[in-house]
């Protein structure tokens, strides 16, 4: 049996863009054929669902019940499972990993263990970086550049983000460039994954009408996102091969 993998994508700020960098990873996977599960932990109601329903449970983290929901049945679901930590959640969640036992069975190599931590602007982001690389050992830990939202990212003081990530080991570089505006929000109201905006598809994989201008800016933002992924060699993780090419299958 396939060692099951976890991937966590969160921050302790909120508004950075976890749930975007979320959908591109399911909608990544999709297109490398990876049999992927999504938690969300936007509990009672969340973003990441609306976009994934069909693969998409809502959970709460912080209970146990729900905890066991997602870790006692890694051996008998997908192979891959995405977990989308809502703001304020990561090092919380990432202490009741280390509760658990989980983080043991990642350094043990049981489990293959990936965190995604999305940056914000601020100085309270750095601080984060330095309370959540203490769990970092046996995981692979991605600092992620959301420019989403049209991030600047600490580029008013280079010595200070350096003093940093200096400190961290074995942490990648990851960076999410900015996708048209219009286009974003066209996605939003359609409430489908990237992949079927870029397919012209509707909820129900009906033939949609969605502007050949926005769906255009979408395939090549998307593309640009999976060079990253297959920059890390995202699929090698999950022991699975790119078949990826500029957004589409």
Request: hydrophobic share 40%.
């Amino acid at each position: 049996m396939a060692k099951p993998v976890v991937i966590v994508v969160g921050a302790d700020k909120g508004g950075v863009g976890k749930t975007t960098v979320s959908r591109t990873l399911l909608d990544y996977f999709s297109a490398n054929n990876v049999q992927t599960r999504a938690f969300d932990t936007e509990s009672p109601r969340g973003t990441l669902k609306r976009f994934h329903p069909d693969i998409t449970e809502i959970v709460d983290m912080t209970t146990t019940a729900d905890q066991m929901k997602i870790f006692d049945t890694l051996n008998s679901g997908p192979s891959v499972t995405v977990i989308d930590v809502r703001a304020g959640l990561l090092s919380p969640a990432l202490a009741s990993l280390r509760d658990i036992g989980f983080l043991d069975a990642a350094r043990s190599g049981q489990i293959t263990f990936a965190v995604f931590h999305i940056l914000g602007p601020s100085i309270a982001s750095l601080d984060e970086i330095a309370e959540t690389s203490s769990f970092m050992t046996g995981a692979k830990y991605y600092l992620v550049k959301n420019f989403i939202n049209d991030t600047q990212f600490f580029q008013w003081d280079q010595s200070t983000y350096n003093s940093y990530f200096n400190k961290i080991k074995d942490a990648t570089d990851l960076t999410i460039p900015k996708l048209n505006e219009m286009a974003y929000e066209q996605v939003e109201v359609s409430s489908v994954p990237f992949l079927k905006f870029v397919a012209n598809k509707s909820v129900n994989d009906d033939a949609a009408n969605y502007s050949f201008v926005l769906r255009g800016y979408v395939r090549h933002w998307l593309a640009n996102v999976w060079s990253e992924y297959d920059r890390i060699k995202l699929t090698d993780l999950v022991g699975a091969k790119s078949t990826t090419r500029g957004g589409e299958k």
